[in-house]
């Protein structure tokens, strides 16, 4: 059993149901970002191209993982992984 569980919010879920439309390629990288997630979401290991955000509150994703071009911001509470926003970088983004 993994460390960590991970879950989503209501807002995530339907993000990413619109990612998941639009990008043939989002739910495979869903399903691998869930493993990295569920093994180490505060990417103590230094493998994972996880940051965490400065001046974020909690409860607004506090760590970003980035995919690809999908990002995924989460919050860690103990040992659950929650969550908040899926999108895509565009190239317009910066």
């Given at each position: 059993m993994p460390p960590f569980s991970v879950r989503t919010t209501a807002h995530f879920d339907r993000l990413s149901?619109?990612?998941a439309a639009r990008h043939s390629d989002f739910v495979s990288?869903?399903?691998e970002a869930i493993k990295i997630l569920s093994i180490d979401p505060s990417d103590r290991s230094h493998?994972?191209?996880i940051k965490k955000l400065q001046d974020i509150p909690?409860?607004?994703g506090q760590y970003r993982l980035r995919f690809g071009r999908f990002r995924f911001r989460y919050?860690?509470?103990g040992t659950d992984v929650v969550l908040h926003?899926?999108?895509i970088r565009r190239e317009?983004?910066?």
């Amino acid at each position: 059993m993994p460390p960590f569980s991970v879950r989503t919010t209501a807002h995530f879920d339907r993000l990413s149901k619109k990612l998941a439309a639009r990008h043939s390629d989002f739910v495979s990288r869903f399903e691998e970002a869930i493993k990295i997630l569920s093994i180490d979401p505060s990417d103590r290991s230094h493998k994972y191209p996880i940051k965490k955000l400065q001046d974020i509150p909690a409860g607004e994703g506090q760590y970003r993982l980035r995919f690809g071009r999908f990002r995924f911001r989460y919050d860690i509470a103990g040992t659950d992984v929650v969550l908040h926003y899926c999108g895509i970088r565009r190239e317009d983004t910066y």
